[in-house]
């Protein structure tokens, strides 16, 4: 049935003209064989270039996808009509008409993992896996074509261009950059991979050579430096930009007068001195790994909690306990934040977990993954509904969660794309027999495999972890557990929350004296923060989580634990 629907997905219609796009590669570019992912991107708006045009909903330029290996010098690469695409799935869809289009082969590697798997992939070149953005990847000068509604259309077009080194950041007097190769993933992946972290030093930590100091480790997505933390007022010759998301004028003002805002208060006479980190942990799959231990990722988890952690607190003076580190994060950082405090109990002293991702695979977003047996569609009797991907604070749907899905599957196969869902995917599944994820469900008919859902339960599930071994860790994760969301979170995560915050409720000897708490039609990243709107809230995370948390800690540090050395 599966490849039944596969085939009549990419059926072509002879109502529409034939097309053909034969890319090439000059030899300079090629002096060994590539290997990756080439996209054929194709737009209506010549306002910026395609590649940066496309995105999971139906504001997408167009894109087609191959796989190509062993790409010899001086070959050609040819776009027949069979690829897979989006938001159109069959090339043979696309209207005549005028359109710019580029061609850009995102590469991937060769790794030699520890596990006896041989796996092709895309190492991230410094820019947080951003395949449009990717150092050394290669692509062409956008064109503009026409496409004619009878005969053939060939076009031919020739990577010329290569994506340059992104330079890293430089150190500042308060913010300090870190980067180690970890063993233990350097082991996983057969190759030197690096582990690497953004430290934000307390005002006096110059001055102040014996202090030791707490950490507060910020989980999040990729950060080129430190976020948010800004020296200078904001830029009075920026052009004011438009946030459609918040629907605010000059929003990039804003945001430089927030971080400003926050230096100000980071050197005032009041804020507690800690030592704020945001680290770099990209993976081949993603911007970065979910910083626990995972068959298809590697064990970044222990990487991050026993390797990076303690290298930092070493060369900026941490106390270096689990009473005296916090873990805080919105979104892919709140699910990160909850993990890392429900699997390594001992080594945080409390977490605050904004928007999280899903941490209740009874709410994988819309999905239960359990009891559903697709995940794209409701279905009755009779007529199916699509399920929603992403709303607005007012419902609004601007994307499916096949839609979702088709996007990435365009862009990568076999959990390449280096987007949302494929990285759920790599992270929680099991190792497939080629070396890849297994599919928690078939990527174009949106069919559950119950059986890789059962092993997400017992490794991922955290709120299913937390009901499991209440009896067993319960007193070491009391009172630990903050919990924010939305209640109108664009992808839905409130509803994972609600189903947790009923578990966390009903755990006794001892209780969980957490907080869980709900925005009124806030959107994703919402903190907790019910004096501001989401726009503002979202930018305040240090600000807001660091002197809650080294007030809360004085409950559960240690006898003779140093409460106040560091609070000069």
Not at 118 to 128: F, I, L, N, Q
Not at 257 to 265: G, H, R, S, V
Request: proline share 7%.
């Amino acid at each position: 049935m599966r490849t039944l629907a596969f085939l009549l997905l990419f059926c072509t219609l002879n109502t529409h003209a034939q097309m053909t796009f034969t890319i090439s590669c000059p030899p300079a570019f090629s002096e060994k064989p590539l290997d990756g992912r080439l996209l054929l991107i194709l737009s209506k708006n010549a306002g910026e270039e395609p590649r940066f045009q496309v995105r999971d909903d139906f504001r997408s330029a167009q894109v087609f996808g191959m796989d190509v290996e062993n790409w010899m010098k001086d070959g050609k690469q040819v776009f027949s009509g069979k690829e897979f695409g989006f938001p159109l799935t069959n090339p043979g869809a696309l209207p005549p008409g005028e359109y710019y289009v580029q061609a850009l082969l995102h590469q991937y590697e060769t790794f030699h993992r520890s596990d006896g798997h041989t796996v092709k992939m895309p190492m991230d070149r410094g820019e947080g896996q951003q395949w449009n953005r990717a150092p050394g990847n290669l692509y062409s000068v956008p064109v503009k074509i026409s496409i004619a509604a009878t005969g053939n259309n060939d076009f031919s077009i020739e990577l010329t261009e290569k994506i340059p080194p992104i330079p890293k950041p430089a150190d500042t007097k308060y913010i300090k950059h870190i980067e180690i190769q970890s063993k233990l993933l350097t082991e996983f992946w057969g190759r030197p991979m690096y582990l690497g972290a953004h430290v934000l030093l307390p005002e006096g930590w110059e001055e102040h050579p014996d202090v030791k100091y707490p950490l507060a480790v910020y989980h999040g997505h990729f950060p080129s430096d430190f976020d948010g933390f800004r020296t200078e007022p904001p830029d009075p010759d920026l052009k004011p930009d438009y946030s459609e998301r918040f629907r605010l004028e000059g929003y990039n003002r804003i945001v430089q007068q927030e971080a400003y805002d926050f230096y100000k208060m980071w050197t005032g006479p009041d804020f507690p001195r800690v030592l704020a980190v945001e680290i770099q942990h990209p993976c081949p799959f993603y911007d970065d790994s979910y910083a626990v231990n995972s068959e298809n990722v590697g064990p970044y988890g222990d990487a991050i909690m026993y390797e990076l952690i303690p290298e930092i607190e070493k060369r900026f003076r941490g106390i270096g306990a689990g009473w005296a580190r916090l873990t805080y994060g919105g979104s892919t950082g709140g699910w990160e934040a909850l993990a890392v405090q429900v699997l390594y109990p001992d080594e945080f002293n409390g977490c605050y977990a904004a928007c999280p991702d899903p941490i209740d695979f009874r709410a994988y977003t819309v999905i239960d993954i359990y009891k559903d047996k697709n995940a794209y569609f409701m279905e009755g009797d009779f007529d199916k509904v699509e399920r929603p991907g992403r709303r607005n604070y007012l419902g609004h749907i601007s994307a499916t969660l096949r839609q979702n899905n088709y996007y990435e599957l365009a862009l990568g196969t076999k959990s390449r794309s280096g987007q949302q869902w494929d990285i759920w995917e790599a992270v929680y599944s099991p190792v497939g027999k080629d070396g890849y994820p297994q599919r928690i469900f078939d990527k174009v008919t949106g069919e559950i495999d119950h059986t890789v859902a059962e092993y997400w339960r017992e490794h991922y599930d955290l709120s299913h972890i937390l009901h499991r071994d209440w009896a067993k860790n319960g007193a070491k994760w009391r009172g630990k557990i903050h919990i924010y969301c939305g209640d109108m979170d664009n992808y839905y995560l409130n509803n994972a929350v609600y189903l947790t915050q009923e578990v966390l409720e009903g755990l006794s000897n001892p209780p969980y004296d957490g907080e869980v708490d709900y925005g009124d039609r806030a959107e994703h990243c919402w903190n907790g923060d019910h004096t501001q709107p989401n726009a503002i809230s979202r930018l305040r995370y240090h600000r807001y989580f660091i002197p809650k948390w080294t007030e809360e800690m004085k409950k559960r540090a240690p006898e003779g634990a140093d409460l106040k050395g560091w609070r000069y």
